[in-house]
């Protein structure tokens, strides 16, 4: 290899005009134009197109040259040059060796179908926009932390092995746990709770489960959610603290991967709305009436549908907080609405463009009594939930929370059109491999 190159990240490269780099990736697309060989690299941070040219290299480097494929490994050095009619930058091979030649690539060009995408994920995650989308993702879950950082959050692990359900037992999976059963978590909300009066405002970030047997563009059986809960906080503040985590996590991907979402061909005008203007507010029965005025079927007691926050969410620029549902069809721990008690304290955030549902949020029931009978209620076993009504008896404050699904925003943001290429490796009623 060249003595003397400068080790460095395709990220960085602007930085190095007219300067002899190494870098290690692998050959995602390569072509070939008589003296001159293409290589497209990737090297985990960017991409960057590599120029062979036969009168820089003598015979031997040149015919093993010949012998890349696509996926091949291999250790690079080379001039950064400007291109001369793009905003990019290339690379002038001097040396290379070669860490691995790759078997024939099993993902070509050509239409292979979702199926054949799925069942190679494994392999499919290295495409440029599959590529992209993960890095989106990451940008988001980092401005997450960072945001609960900068607002006095304090980030509790909840547990995934729970002996109760956060809402109902028909959409977990259960578990053996020993002599017992157990279930996998689908919120960690009760167990934040707990942290609650230890810390003020608290959060947690991990996979969750549901067992429902949905097989909608929305849906994973497994995903990443995000809790937060926070003491002496009302409705509106609560939507609040949720209005500005979802702008600056935008904020963050705007700023910072503008080259991700030109791979994706994202129109950002939706998302610079996210960030410039005041989110929508409506109640539940307004949006009812507006989705019966645009040919819904929706009834005034029944929950949105996905088509019905579609419907809904075409119709607006930007992200609706819907509020006070029926209280019958949220979960026994909201509070109910002073004014009206057959609604519930909360509210969901519908993202725009159509992508609907990506939080939930209520007031908790503060009171023992109140929260046990609702336990009751909704058909659970209040004994079950000793440890959490026990929440109610020691200093019993005003509180409330939210959560969100990551994969539904990141399907937002990217402009997907399903929420399995959201995550790296999606498990849904039909997949469980790889």
Not at 148 to 170: H, Q, R, V, W, Y
Not at 274 to 280: A, E, Q
Request: charged share 30%; glycine share 6%; aromatic share 12%.
């Amino acid at each position: 290899m060249e003595k003397g190159a400068t080790k460095i990240l395709l990220k960085d490269i602007k930085s190095y005009e007219g300067q002899l780099v190494e870098i290690n990736g692998w050959i995602y697309n390569l072509r070939s134009s008589g003296k001159i060989t293409f290589w497209q690299v990737r090297d985990g941070s960017d991409f960057v197109q590599v120029i062979l040219s036969s009168d820089e290299l003598d015979e031997a480097k040149w015919n093993e040259a010949q012998k890349a494929t696509q996926e091949t490994s291999v250790k690079i050095t080379g001039i950064v040059n400007k291109h001369p009619k793009k905003n990019e930058y290339e690379i002038a091979l001097k040396d290379f060796n070669f860490y691995q030649i790759s078997e024939e690539w099993p993902i070509g060009n050509k239409d292979h179908g979702i199926d054949f995408l799925m069942d190679n994920r494994h392999l499919w995650l290295r495409a440029k926009r599959q590529w992209a989308i993960q890095r989106v993702r990451n940008t988001l879950i980092q401005a997450t932390y960072e945001f609960f950082k900068n607002n006095d959050f304090t980030k509790i692990d909840s547990p995934i092995l729970t002996p109760n359900a956060g809402e109902n037992t028909t959409d977990l999976f259960k578990v053996k746990y020993f002599e017992e059963e157990a279930y996998l978590s689908q919120t960690g909300q009760l167990y934040l709770e707990a942290a609650l009066p230890a810390h003020g405002r608290v959060y947690d970030f991990g996979p969750t489960f549901r067992a429902e047997k949905s097989k909608t563009r929305r849906h994973l059986t497994e995903f990443w959610m995000m809790d937060a809960e926070m003491a002496f906080i009302d409705l509106n503040g609560n939507l609040a603290v949720q209005e500005a985590l979802i702008k600056s996590m935008i904020k963050a991907v705007l700023a910072t991967n503008q080259n991700e979402l030109i791979i994706l061909e994202r129109d950002t005008a939706g998302l610079q709305n996210v960030i410039t203007k005041d989110f929508y507010r409506m109640t539940h029965a307004e949006a009812v009436k507006e989705l019966q005025a645009l040919g819904s079927d929706i009834k005034e007691d029944e929950d949105l549908g996905g088509d019905d926050e579609t419907l809904l969410t075409k119709k607006y620029d930007n992200p609706i907080f819907v509020t006070n549902y029926p209280a019958k069809i949220k979960a026994f721990y909201s509070s109910r609405n002073a004014d009206d008690p057959e609604l519930a304290e909360c509210a969901d955030l519908l993202a725009s463009e159509g992508y609907g549902e990506i939080t939930s949020a209520s007031q908790r029931e503060a009171d023992y009594e109140t929260l046990k009978q609702r336990i009751i209620d909704f058909g659970l076993k209040a004994e079950d939930y000793q440890w959490y009504l026990d929440l109610r008896k020691y200093g019993s404050v005003p509180h409330g929370g939210f959560g969100f699904g990551l994969e539904r925003i990141v399907t937002w943001v990217c402009g997907l059109e399903h929420v399995r290429e959201a995550i790296p490796f999606a498990r849904t009623l039909n997949r469980l491999w790889p």
